[in-house]
């Protein structure tokens, strides 16, 4: 039995690694959508004094930022995205800074940004530090 089991899960396990991360057949139809930030304790973004930041990607090519910091303030900031291919994202007026974080002395700029193909994917802001936008479902 126990054997069964292990059998089982061990094709489980090599089905989501070959199937959960694939780029979508349609990958900008799939990044459509509302993100939530997510971020790890120690992470380069707990450090910025940020309580909540949600990204949207709409069809017609637009995005939207909203930022909330403890200190009260907030920011909504509205650009533009493509998605370039090789699981790259161009966010026109992206608040972030320089290395990656959401920090609300950032200026809007262009980012470019990488997906990862989970599900729901992720855009991840620096690949070097657990703070990373995931969509929400």
């Known amino acids: 039995m126990k054997r069964a089991f292990l059998i089982v899960a061990s094709a489980l396990s090599f089905l989501c690694l070959n199937g959960c991360a694939r780029r979508p057949n349609d990958p900008h139809a799939a990044l459509i959508g509302l993100y939530r930030l997510h971020w790890e304790k120690g992470s380069n973004c707990s450090e910025r004094g940020i309580t909540s930041s949600t990204l949207e990607l709409r069809a017609d090519g637009t995005s939207e930022q909203r930022d909330n910091f ?3 303030s907030h920011f909504v900031t509205d650009g533009k995205w ?3 291919g090789n699981d790259d994202i161009s966010i026109e007026n992206l ?3 320089t290395t990656g974080e959401i920090d609300k002395n950032a200026s809007a700029t262009h980012a470019g940004v990488l997906v990862q193909w989970s599900r729901p994917p992720n855009i991840v802001l620096n690949p070097d530090d657990d ?6 479902q």
Do not use: H, V
């Open 131 to 136: 703070c990373l936008f995931s969509k929400m």
């Open 70 to 72: 403890k200190d009260g």
């Open 95 to 97: 608040r972030i800074t």
């Open 82 to 84: 493509t998605y370039d």
